[in-house]
């Protein structure tokens, strides 16, 4: 079974600050995705990264695939109260998605 | 349309109640998901269609019984359910490209 630890469970900032939210795994994934929950909606997708060593942006928000293909990060630069939401990572497998157990961000104004 | 919908939105039933949850997308997409997601979690997988078949079945009660009548549609009979069976039910399609197309759930709240 694959696992995604996703880390930190549970981010509270103020408006301005600066997060990095981490995905790990002992896993390699094909690609990894990035969906935003925001509360009583479905996830939606963020960003899908496929290459070790990727890089894309997201106007604030800059995602990271390590170069093994394991691990991945999202970093959020000057949040916004907008930004409030369940951040999830999930690997993608041949006909499922393997989520991380989320995290959840709050941003106070 | 790049929308997956869901119906209802919001469902009350009580724990001898049949009730149906149901899903539809026009994107074309031949992969669709049932989740179910407790309050702060990730979603967890049910079961997956693959080309109006079933394909995985994630060891679900036989008191959530899925039905895929098209390609279009995709259904989640729910019969005989307990309190602890609350919780979001989430819709997905899935194109080739991998990603999820969620909708925006059905909220299920067993009395």
């Known amino acids: 079974t694959q696992l995604l630890e996703q880390s930190p469970q549970f981010l509270s900032i103020q408006e301005g600050e600066n997060l990095t939210v981490y995905c790990n795994s002992s896993?390699?994934?094909?690609?990894l995705q990035w969906y935003r929950q925001e509360p009583g909606e479905g996830p939606v997708l963020l960003v899908t990264?496929?290459?070790?060593?990727e890089v894309k942006k997201l106007k604030r928000l800059t995602f990271q695939f390590g170069d093994a293909r394991k691990d991945s990060s999202l970093h959020i630069t000057a949040a916004q109260p907008g930004d409030t939401g369940l951040y999830l990572c999930a690997g993608a497998g041949y006909s499922t998605l393997t989520f991380g157990k989320g995290t959840m961000l709050l941003v106070s104004p | 349309d790049t929308e997956v919908t869901q119906t209802p939105k919001h469902l009350v039933m009580g724990m001898t109640n049949k009730k149906s949850l149901k899903c539809e997308q026009h994107m074309g997409h031949r992969a669709m998901y049932w989740y179910k997601q407790k309050a702060k979690k990730p979603p967890e997988l049910m079961f997956v269609y693959s080309y109006e078949k079933l394909s995985i079945n994630e060891s679900v009660p036989s008191r959530f019984s899925p039905e895929c009548p098209n390609s279009s549609l995709l259904n989640l009979h729910l019969h005989a359910l307990q309190p602890e069976d609350s919780a979001l039910y989430l819709c997905a399609s899935r194109p080739n490209t991998g990603e999820l197309f969620f909708g925006e759930g059905s909220r299920l709240t067993v009395l």
């Open positions: 990264v496929v290459t070790g060593g």
């Open positions: 896993s390699v994934f094909s690609s």
